[in-house]
C-alpha cells in the first residue's frame, strides 16, 4: 500500500493567513491526489482533486499544487469556516488511501 | 442535489455480522461507481470497497476480503454492505460514497456516515 504523510499535524492560524499543509507520498503517485476537509461530526469534503483540480462550488482561495511524491494544499486569506482538519488521499493504485491529517485551528 | 444517507449501524458482539445500507438521490445512481470509506480514530480513514455499476466488478481492502460484501440495486437507487465476522478493528463510521471516476478514485460526495461499533 502506498503510505502517505503529512505535515504539519497541526497548525495554528488567524484568520487572513495563508496556510500551506504539505502530502508526501511514499512512491511517484504522478497527480493522483485529492485533498478533503473534514469538520467535526461531518463526512469529508472534496476540495481539490487530479492534485491541482478545483472541485465545483469550492472557493478559489483553495489551491492545490505539486506532482509525483510531494504535494501541497494552499489556503490563501483563512476564513473562520476553514478551520478544520484535512486529509490527502491517493488514488494512483489500489488499495487507495488517506494521509493521517492536518488540524487547522485557531 | 446529491443525497447520501446511511443507516443499519449500531453495536455488534464480536464475530456478529450487521448490513448497511445507503440511499441515493439527485443523481443518476444507475451511472456511477460506488464505495463505502470507514473512519476510526485509531485508523483513521479508509476505504472499504467499490462497485461498479453493473455490479460485475467489486473491490475490496484486503482486511475485509471474504467477510464483507457490497452490493448495490439500481431500481431501488440503494448501495449495500453486508459484514460478517466483525472485530474491534472494524469499529468506526461507515460512509456511503460516490466515485466519479473508475477505481481507484476519489469520492465527490459523501454520506453523513453511521456508526458501527464491535464490542462485548
Known amino acids: 500500500d502506498i503510505q502517505l504523510t503529512q505535515s504539519p499535524s497541526f497548525l495554528s492560524a488567524s484568520v487572513g493567513d495563508r496556510v500551506t499543509i504539505s502530502c508526501r507520498a511514499g512512491q511517484d503517485i504522478g497527480t493522483y491526489l485529492a485533498w478533503y476537509q473534514q469538520k467535526p461530526g461531518k463526512a469529508p469534503k472534496l476540495l481539490i482533486f487530479g492534485a491541482s483540480a478545483l472541485q465545483s462550488g469550492v472557493p478559489s482561495r483553495f489551491s492545490g499544487s505539486g506532482s509525483g511524491t510531494e504535494f501541497t494544499l494552499t489556503i490563501t486569506y483563512v476564513q473562520p469556516e476553514d478551520f478544520a482538519t484535512y486529509y490527502c488521499?491517493?488514488?494512483?493504485?489500489?488499495?487507495?488511501?488517506f494521509g493521517p491529517g492536518t488540524k487547522v485551528d485557531i | 442535489e446529491v443525497q447520501l444517507v446511511e443507516s443499519g449501524g449500531g453495536v455488534v458482539q464480536p464475530g456478529g455480522s450487521l448490513r448497511l445500507s445507503c440511499e441515493a438521490s439527485?443523481?443518476?445512481?444507475?451511472?456511477?461507481?460506488m464505495a463505502w470509506v470507514r473512519q476510526s480514530p485509531e485508523k483513521g480513514l479508509e476505504w472499504v470497497a467499490s462497485i461498479k455499476q453493473d455490479a460485475s466488478e467489486r473491490w475490496y481492502v484486503e482486511s475485509v476480503k471474504g467477510r464483507f460484501t457490497i452490493s448495490r440495486d439500481n431500481a431501488k437507487n440503494s448501495l449495500s454492505l453486508q459484514m460478517h465476522s466483525l472485530t474491534a478493528e472494524d469499529t468506526g463510521v461507515y460512509y456511503c460514497?460516490?466515485?466519479?471516476?473508475?477505481?481507484?478514485?476519489?469520492?465527490?460526495?459523501w454520506g453523513q456516515g453511521t456508526l458501527v461499533t464491535v464490542s462485548s
Open positions: 488521499q491517493q488514488v494512483n493504485s489500489y488499495p487507495p488511501t
Open positions: 460514497a460516490r466515485d466519479p471516476y473508475p477505481p481507484p478514485s476519489h469520492c465527490d460526495f
Open positions: 439527485g443523481f443518476n445512481f444507475n451511472m456511477y461507481w
